[in-house]
């Protein structure tokens, strides 16, 4: 076992934690990525969805600006990795996230913070169904 | 043109993006260590988790205490659906495709900054799966959605 504390995981999350405050502070709006960039496709000029596009664009940006300062202390980007797994990966993430009305950050981050049950229920959901794939890509070989 | 709540857009979006990097979630090999129950479970990312729920578990109510946001007339919220079979489905399949990979959708996007040559595939097969689920099983109703 790697070990337990880790303090860029620790300051990583409270920026992202701070960044959806702000977010609904400011603008009113839940940082969910799923839902934003779904929206994206519903190719309106909406006030919404401009400043949507524009928070996607300031994250794409200012992660890979940031992966670029970190050097040594980032990995190196993955390869060789399946591409009918990322894929289908990919596909489900789509389809799940678009199911359940949110991801990662809209239900975890965002909406446990809102006490909200239906996020608790979804993130339960999605953490147990990720550590069994992972258990079953460990068992079958396909991770090592 | 509200200037600037496209402002804090950009700020949040930023911040957004460098704590994803700092944190290591846009490493998938550390989020499927993370995932990993066996021996070689990674424990670190339990501190994004941790740090940014605890963040907006305190500063959430106190937003919403507010009658409006500072930038905009009203807040956006989700409704207090109850929760169905479409939360539980949905959320499980999306656990499947993040253990699969390692990507869940934030880090999905930033990885086009990062290792493009994931990012040009697991992102279209992404945005695939927002149409098919949102054309063959309809939007949510107004009033339940999580997100708007």
């Known amino acids: ?144 | 043109m509200n200037l600037k709540a496209i402002f804090a857009s950009l700020f949040c979006g930023a911040l957004f993006g460098t704590g994803l990097v700092v944190s290591g979630m846009t490493d998938p090999l550390k989020v499927q260590g993370f995932l990993d129950i066996t021996a070689n479970w990674q424990p670190a990312l339990m501190w994004v988790m941790g740090g940014a729920v605890v963040v907006t578990a305190i500063c959430f109510p106190l937003v919403l205490k507010r009658q409006q946001p500072v930038l905009t007339y009203r807040f956006h919220l989700p409704g207090m659906a109850p929760v169905d079979r479409r939360l539980l489905i949905g959320s499980g399949l999306f656990g499947i495709g993040w253990g699969l990979s390692g990507y869940c959708p934030g880090p999905a996007l930033v990885t086009a900054a990062i290792n493009a040559s994931e990012a040009m595939i697991f992102i279209p097969a992404m945005l695939a799966g927002f149409w098919v689920a949102g054309s063959f099983c309809g939007e949510c109703q107004p009033g339940t959605a999580d997100q708007e």
């Open chain 1, 1 to 144: 076992m790697s070990a337990f504390f880790d303090a860029y995981a620790l300051v990583g999350g409270l920026l992202i934690g701070l960044s959806a405050t702000l977010l609904l502070l400011l603008n009113g709006r839940i940082a969910g990525i799923s839902g934003i960039c779904a929206n994206l496709l519903s190719l309106s000029y909406s006030g919404k969805n401009i400043r949507g596009a524009l928070f996607l664009l300031a994250m794409i940006l200012a992660g890979g600006i940031t992966y670029q300062l970190m050097g040594d202390a980032v990995a190196m980007p993955r390869e060789g990795f399946p591409v009918w797994l990322l894929a289908l990966s990919g596909f489900l993430v789509g389809v799940g996230t678009r199911l359940a009305n949110g991801c990662t950050s809209g239900h975890g981050v965002c909406g446990l913070g809102r006490r909200s049950w239906r996020s608790l229920m979804a993130t339960l959901c999605f953490m147990t169904t990720g550590i069994l794939t992972v258990l079953i890509l460990r068992i079958s070989g396909v991770l090592v």
